[in-house]
Nanobody, 125 residues
Framework: QVQLQESGPGLVKPSQTLSVTCFVA??????????WNWIRQPPEKGLEWIGY???????YYNPSLRSRTSISRDTSKNQLTLQLSSVTPEDTAVYYC?????????????????WGKGTLVIVSS
């Protein structure tokens, strides 16, 4: 059974780069047709899809965040990393990683079948 576990810095200052890691256990991130997503939920708001990295290492980002977002992976550790640059307090959120097992990728959370518990990142000076 796949398990995902996020870890993050907790607190980031404005204008800095946020970096969150997701360790995946029980499934290789190289498995064909799996898409590994990042999603966030600001306080008292809905889920926002950030982007994904697929089994071949290709990435695709939410256009509204693309200029500030980078998703990468370390296949030797079976983990994913999200970096979000030039953060502001509006980037304060719980950040989740999740798996999409579909052959065709999706951006809607209802397609994702495995989630981490999330990690809260607060952007504040």
């Amino acid at each position: 059974q796949v398990q995902l576990q996020e870890s993050g810095p907790g607190l980031v200052k404005p204008s800095q780069t946020l970096s969150v890691t997701c360790f995946v256990a029980g499934e290789s991130i190289l498995t064909n047709f799996y898409y590994w997503n990042w999603i966030r939920q600001p306080p008292e708001k809905g889920l926002e899809w950030i982007g994904y990295i697929d089994y071949d290492g290709n990435t695709y980002y939410n256009p509204s965040l693309r200029s500030r977002t980078s998703i990468s992976r370390d296949t030797s550790k079976n983990q994913l990393t999200l970096q979000l640059s030039s953060v502001t307090p509006e980037d304060t959120a719980v950040y989740y990683c999740a798996r999409d097992p579909s052959v065709i990728p999706h951006t809607r959370a209802n397609y994702f079948d495995a989630w981490g518990k999330g990690t809260l990142v607060i952007v504040s000076s």
